[in-house]
Each structure stands twice: as structure tokens, then as C-alpha cells.
């Protein structure tokens, strides 16, 4: 399942594929890095709507309840962005505040589906947070 995707290196080349050209992109091995427990690798890169927010594309090493990893940003609130399912997993949305600043995190939870489609789902959830709507 994901395990082999992971250890092939190949779900890590097609993230790379689809990232490649974006700006302040980092990557991190979860063991090697220190990560949370379960986070096999981490891409951290500025999102394409504002520089200043920067999106993190977390891969689990094991699946924990049909959750694969997880997509989010945290940016500036302006409305307009609710919760909703799609094709590569659930959408939440949670409002913040950060040193008195209304913020939002909008999270993309991927499925099995959407890791398989890793490359789709990143673009999906790229253009849900540009346009405030499903793609």
C-alpha cells in the first residue's frame, strides 16, 4: 500500500514532478528529520496565491482511518471557503487567530484515492484555495 510507495521512492518523485518550479520548497524525511511519528515526508513550499502563506504536503508512513496525509495552508481570512468533500478526501476549514490576525487553515485530507493521484490532488487543492471553489 502506501509503505511500498514510499520506500520505491516513487510517490516521492511524482510529488517532486508536480512541485518542481515552486518557490521556497523544502523537503524533510520524517525519520531522518525528526518529524511527528507517523509522518513518512513533508514538502513545505510558499503557496501560489500569496508567498507569504506556505503549504505543507504531509505523506503518512501508515494510514490511520482511511487517512493518507494531509494538504494545508494557513492564510489570511477572507471568507468564502467551506468545508466539502471531493474525490481525494475531505476539506476542512478551521478559523484562527494569530497574534490578533484572522487567519484560516484549510486542510485537504487525503484518501487513498487522493495519494494515488497525488499529483492531481495537490493541483485540486492549489486551486481551491486560489478560486474558493471546487475545480
Do not use: H
Amino acid at each position: 500500500m502506501i509503505k511500498v510507495a514510499v520506500e520505491s521512492l516513487d510517490l516521492v518523485n511524482r510529488i517532486e514532478n508536480v512541485l518542481k518550479g515552486r518557490k521556497n520548497l523544502m523537503f524533510y524525511d520524517g525519520r531522518r528529520d525528526g518529524l511527528d511519528e507517523n509522518v513518512a515526508f513533508k514538502y513545505f513550499y510558499s503557496s501560489p496565491k500569496n508567498a507569504l502563506d506556505f503549504i505543507n504536503v504531509d505523506i503518512f508512513e501508515s494510514p490511520k482511518d482511511s487517512l493518507f496525509g494531509v494538504i494545508n495552508v494557513i492564510m489570511d481570512y477572507d471568507g468564502g471557503y467551506e468545508e466539502c468533500s471531493s474525490d481525494y478526501g475531505n476539506i476542512t476549514v478551521e478559523k484562527l487567530q494569530i497574534r490578533g490576525v484572522d487567519k484560516i487553515k484549510v486542510e485537504l485530507l487525503l484518501n487513498k484515492y487522493g495519494v494515488s493521484n497525488i499529483e492531481n490532488a495537490i493541483e485540486f487543492f492549489e486551486g481551491y484555495i486560489f478560486n474558493k471553489t471546487l475545480i
